[in-house]
Structures are given as C-alpha cells and as structure tokens.
C-alpha cells in the first residue's frame, strides 16, 4: 500500500510541532502547509526573504514582487517580517528553523541528503538553497517516494548521487513507511496501512531496523 | 547639493566596460531592474561576467543578456529553471561559463565583499561537490569550508522608492540579492518605481542607505505630490 | 498561539545560571536593557562572562553587575570610558578577566554567530597587538586576521516596540548592538517599551523578526488603545 | 607659530568635498564639522548607527537613544538613515566611507597610525572603533598637536606606541603643518603661519620632504 504525495504531506503536518518555524521546499513539501491542523501556529519561512509565508492571494491581488522559492505568488500573514536574501539565509544557515521538509532524489542510512544533481553530467547543475538548509535548519525531514519510478530504492547504505549535506537527515517520509535516523542506524516508526516491515525492507537499499514497541 | 538621480536608463549604464562584472539583483520575478538590464544590453558591452541568483527564463531579462552574447561567464546558484533555455543552449555549445555557488553562500559572498570582509567560513557545501578544492576547517568540531568574498564592477538593482540621496526602500520580498549587491560593487545603479523627496523616506525603514548607491533611475517621472 | 511575552524581567532571566555568557545590548547610554540587566544583579547569577561594546560607568547597568562580583570576564571593544571606576577597579585587583575586541569585530563576530559563519578574515587589527597570536592570510595582496563566531547562552536586549511572536522595532540609534545579539545567543530576552498587537508593527519595518526573539518583556503594562 | 585646535579643524574642514561620507572621530576631529562651508553637503557617519548625523539637538529636545560614538545628543539631517553596529562597521571596514579624520598619539612616515593604546600597561587598553576606522576608510586623515605637551615630537620614522593600522594615514593636519604620506615619504603640504620647513622639521621625528612647488 502506498500513499499518494498529498497523503504523505498530510503524515508530515501531523509531526509539526505548534509554534514551528519551518521551511518547506519546492514540491511535494509545499503540500504540507495544506495539512497543518489550524489549532497550530506554524510560521514559513521562504528563502527569497519572508517570514510568516501565507496562502496564495485571491485572484487579481497578487503583489508582483510577493513569491515564493517556488515563484508562486503567496501573501504575508500578520506578525511577519520582510529580509534580504543575505539575512533569510543567515536565519538559516545560523539554526534557527526549527525544521525544514525537503524532498530527495537518495538519502542515505546515515541521513546524507542527495537532491540537487543526479549523475547526469550533460546537464547543467542547480543547487539554489537546498546545501545551506540542509546544514542549518535543527531537523531536517524528508519527504519523498519510497523508490525511483523504475522501482529503484532511494534509501541507500549510501548516496550515489553528488551530496547536498552530510549526515543531515532526522526523518524520512515516504509511501510506504517513516523512517528515524539514528545513531544505530534506520529505524522504522511507522508503517502506512498493511505494509508489513519485510515489504518496506525488500524495497529499501539499507538495513532497517524494525519499530521500537 | 547630493543629486544621484539620473535621467535615463541608457546614460546610467553606459560606462559599463566590456569584461566587466555585473551584479543583477531579482529572485524568480521579484525585484529585477528589468529595464536596466534593456538599456544594458543595447549599450551591448560584451564579455561580461554576470552575478545574479538565476541565468534568466524567456528572451527577457538576464536571458536577453545571454541571447545576445554578451555573457561570458555567469555565478548563480540556479540557472536551470523551467525556460531558461537560453543559458541551456549557450551551456550545451559551451559558449558560457558556469560558477554554481549555494544560494546563501551566494548572498554571504557578496555581502562580504560590500562589508570589507576577504573570507569566511560556512558550513554549507562541507563534504559535497561544491567544496572540491576549496580550503576546508574544523572549528569546534564542525567542517567548514571557505570562501571568498565576491565584489563586482557593476551592481544594478531594484528598489520601490528612493531619493536623491539614494537612500532606497524595497517593496515586499523584492529585497531578495539587491541589498547585499547595493553594498558590493564599484558602481551602484538603482532602477527605482518612484522617487521621494529627500526626507520623506522614514529613516527607520531604509534598508539600503544611500551611501551604498551611485544612481538612481526612476521608471517613469514622479514628483512629490504630497510635498 | 505564539505568545513571546513574559510578565516579568524577573522570571524572564530566572533560568540563568552560574558561569553563563550573557550578551548585553547598548552603546554609551542608547538602547541599554537597564531593567532586564537589574533583574538579572537581583538574581545573582555568578562567574558570568558578559559582553558588551562597554564595560559600565557609575554603579548602574553593566557596572552594577561587576560591583556585585558576578562577572569573571568581560568581552567588549571600549572598558575605559569616563565613570568607568568599577572595571578599572576589578581590573587593577586581577579580579576580571578582559578580552578586548575592535568594535567592528566584536559585531561581526556576533553576527557570524547568528548567521552560522564559524569564523571570518577581516583586515581590522591586521599587523597590530591585537592580531598576535591569531591566524592570518593574505588575499589578493591584502591582509587579513582570521576571527571566530562569538555565540553566548544569553542575550539581553533593548528594543522600542515588539509584538507577541517576538518582532522588534527599535528608536534611533538604539539599535547598536541589538539586532546582531538577538541573533546569537540560545535565549534571547527583549525589554521593549510597549507592546503591540501582532500585525500592528510594518512588516518592511521590522529589524528584528520574531524568530531570533525567544522572550519580551514590557517596562509597564500596556494595551493596544488603537485595537 | 601654532594653531589653536579649532583653527586647525577648520584647515581640515576646507579639503573635505562637497558629498562626502565622513566619520570624524570622538573629541578633535568632531570639531570639523562646525567649520565645513554652507555650501557644501558633507553626510557624517556615526559609528553606533548613523548615517547623517545632523547638530546638536535644542535643550528639552534630546533623544536619549540618540547620540553619537562620543555620546554626545545629536540629531539626524533629513535624507539620513539608522541601522545597527554589524552594518555600520560594515559600511566602515567595506571600504564606504570617503574620509575618516582622526586623533592621534603617533604616526609614522609610513603612514602607521598609532591612537589607541599607550606603553602604559598598568591602565586597561580601550580600542573601540579605531582599527576598524583605520582600515575601512577611502583616506584617513589625522588632526593632532605636532608634538606632545612635552614637546616630544609624534611624528616618527616608526611609532614606539602600537598600532592601530598600519600604512592607513594619509595626510596629517598639526599646529604647525600640513603634511601628505606619500612614496616617497612625509611632504610637507602646508607651513602654518610664518613657520619653516626648519621649524617644523626640527619637531619631527621623520625626514620632512619640502613641499612641491
């Protein structure tokens, strides 16, 4: 049994403690923010310089210059704040977002994110923010598929793909399960539905280690 | 008296000098001095290296840049987004130059050139790719590599509102790269939506004083109304 | 909901301890915390390392903590001022420990703190005492001193206006030091004239987003009459 | 012949050009500003945070937050601007500042700058912004007596005090002279009054270069 994005983001929302300060990356991250319980007060941070991120404005009342990382149009909620690009990143890479949710192309037992350059070198590359919050938010999250399309494992004893951060992971949530980061290696925390741990093992490249009862 | 406010868009950029560097200020669609970047490419000076956050989408902006040959070289930290094919077709044919850097480490540069800082140490990129080659140090147990400060010849940037002391005030988060950019390049250039009397800008709120910035061009002519 | 407002500056610094570095904005006589810093002399915490750009005049603020003996050292750029008698006193006795930083470095530190850089190259001190002992490099032709971030466990801060999610505008020149320690202590404590309702403070004024602000305390009560 | 401190404030106040960014420095130096001509607009910086320092504020109109690196009540011109301690010895060390006139205790032919600590080691050592100053500036000017109250001359071929920069003086404005650091080394600019070059050089303790005609 796999969860669809919009499900696995809703898993996520469940974990975002009240009062959070939270960046949430381009893609099926961004879908979180929809899930958030409204007895939370959670502020987003977006990386071009806005803290207190809120919804998308009504059609017609788009500020040309209020975006997102994502370039989406969003609106600023009461009690935010206006930085430059030098300042938002200070804020991050100084910790102090309490968590970031990112998505990956690999991560690995040891919690190295891989998602800003496959393999694929005729391509030009593109890192944007995801280096600088990966080593500054105090958690980072992942939120991904289980596996590549072609059925791939993405959770690997180690990346195969050029590195973003080292050791950076906490969390991993995917389709078929969540998964802790810890010193003894991945631990399951959840299985979705009627996955059982042999199923989420075969499809995962690292030793797992089962829940902790 | 102090007047840094010029008349045209053209004459605000025309000692730009082939082989400059050029700081472009902007984020995704967000506070890009759209038509400095125009007159800059009909000034056409060529062999430029541009710094900015983006390579540019479309046949505007940044990409008109590209489109026209004028680039020789670009330092961004994401040049790859849906459209920019201009910089995808000069990539391919090796026509331009690519310096990846992390969007802070990015800003962080720039604002250390603007603030007489030579380099740092940030912990963004240790142990990855972007690191290869670059001196590394661990301080109090954590890796950091570093870097250097990154100034230009150029910087030309965006803001809401200025006066003739070039003190500048941004709308939302059009702030993004201009800022730091304001404080990093040898010639400061401001593409304005309007500019106010000296005075009328709230001291508390300029974000960009005005000894950071040379020129001031307004988009179109304003004068102070409620003056 | 987010509420960063305590009701007192005694049980805002209650969790201070013994040995704790502690950041105190101020400069001269602007934008001191006077009445955080009193609370903080009442509750009597020890062996503190305090820094700040001065070292106290008289007996009160800063001078009031090292008259009670609290203080085992002292960072800041200028100890010396007129009235400065109980440094100069603790000083002369070996009772008080000085580490002296050029004023430049000493915010630049404590913004790299904040900002995650674990340490800088400036030119400030290159080739003088202050520089002896500490790495140097030489980058395009210029020298540099290399200096660490400077983080403290606590920072106590002045500000004029702050909201319930911990924003921060400031008066005047009162900012000095204030913004940059926010940043870079694990609690940082705000005494702030008044207190608004959240929204109330611009959002393109703000210095100090409510992210680095993890306690405010008001100098009196006060209700939002405008609401 | 010797200038008063105010006559050789207002010697200095004549080369300050019109639109410069100046920091004068705390006692002597701050004394230029009263002699800069209407007719210029000079943009005085103040090292807590100001940018546009304007004259003292009427008595009863002071704001106590308000004050300048000597801590003295100012006021702000309109067209200036506040911002906090890590910007502005950024804006300083950044190389913004058109000019920085300071006191001295020493400088030598070299243009080393000595105004911050004595070798008198029994009193706590002060730096403040001094060495930030020093660096930062486009030129650094020093207003000083010639030599000390016990006629010591503090003009050197190399200080004996420590430094605050090192080659960062570049014109020195005294009682009795004007003279520029150069490659060449110390020229005489100006002799104040009816005195020599044999006068003057008898109280310094570099080689004078005459003045070019």
């Keep these: ?43 987003y941070q977006s990386e071009n310089g806005i803290l207190g991120v809120g919804p998308a404005p009504a059609p017609g009342e788009e500020d040309p210059d209020l975006i997102n990382a994502g370039k989406q149009f969003v609106t600023l909620l009461p009690g935010g704040a206006y930085f430059d690009n030098a300042e938002s990143f200070a804020m991050m890479r100084g910790g102090h977002l309490d968590l970031a949710v990112l998505g990956a192309f690999q ?16 391509y030009p590359p593109a890192v944007g923010g995801a280096m600088d919050l990966a080593v500054g938010a105090k958690q980072v999250f992942v939120i991904m598929s289980h596996t590549t399309k072609s059925g791939e494992p993405k959770i690997l004893e180690s990346c195969n793909y050029p590195l973003t951060g080292a050791a950076v ?40 280690l089962p829940a902790l009862s | ?91 391919e044919e090796g026509a331009i130059e690519l310096e990846l850097v992390p969007q802070g480490t990015l800003a962080e540069r720039i604002r250390a050139a603007g603030a007489g800082i030579g380099g740092f140490y940030t ?52 702030r993004n790269f201009n800022p730091p950019m304001a404080t990093a390049a040898a010639l400061t250039v401001a593409e304005v939506e309007r500019v106010d009397a000296v005075g009328d800008l709230d001291p508390e709120c300029i974000v960009t004083p005005g000894i950071f910035v040379d020129r001031v061009v307004a988009q179109k002519e304003w004068r102070n109304d409620a003056a």
């Design chain 1, 1 to 43: 049994m796999r969860l669809k994005p919009a499900e696995i983001a809703e898993r996520v929302a469940q974990d975002i403690p009240d009062g959070a300060y939270v960046n949430l990356g381009i893609g099926m991250p961004t879908m979180v923010a929809n899930y958030v319980s409204d007895d939370r007060q959670v502020i």
């Design chain 1, 107 to 122: 991560v690995s037992e040891k919690g190295d994110l891989a998602n800003w350059a496959t393999n694929n070198d005729t």
């Design chain 1, 169 to 208: 992971v906490k969390r991993i949530y995917t389709d078929l399960a969540v998964l802790d980061v810890t010193d003894q290696g991945l631990r399951v925390r959840q299985l979705h539905g009627d996955n059982t741990f042999d199923e989420v093992q075969a499809l995962t490249g690292a030793t797992l």
């Design chain 2, 1 to 91: 008296m102090i007047n840094k406010v010029w008349d045209s868009f053209e004459s605000a950029v025309a000692d730009v000098k082939d082989g400059d560097s050029v700081m472009i200020g902007g984020f995704g669609s967000s506070g890009f001095p759209l038509q400095l970047i125009e007159a800059l490419r009909q000034h056409g000076a060529r062999d430029l290296t541009v710094i900015s956050n983006n390579a540019g989408v479309g046949d505007e902006g940044i990409a008109s840049l590209l489109k026209d040959r004028l680039v020789r070289k670009i330092v961004c930290s994401f040049p790859r987004s849906a459209g920019s094919v201009w910089f995808e077709r000069l990539y």
């Design chain 2, 123 to 174: 912990p963004t990129g240790y142990g990855t790719r972007l690191a290869e080659g670059k001196e590394t140090k661990v301080i109090n147990g954590r890796g950091y590599v570093l870097e250097t400060a990154l100034p230009a010849d150029v910087a030309l940037i965006k803001a809401q509102r200025a006066d003739a002391w070039g003190n500048l005030i941004y709308n939302t988060a059009g």
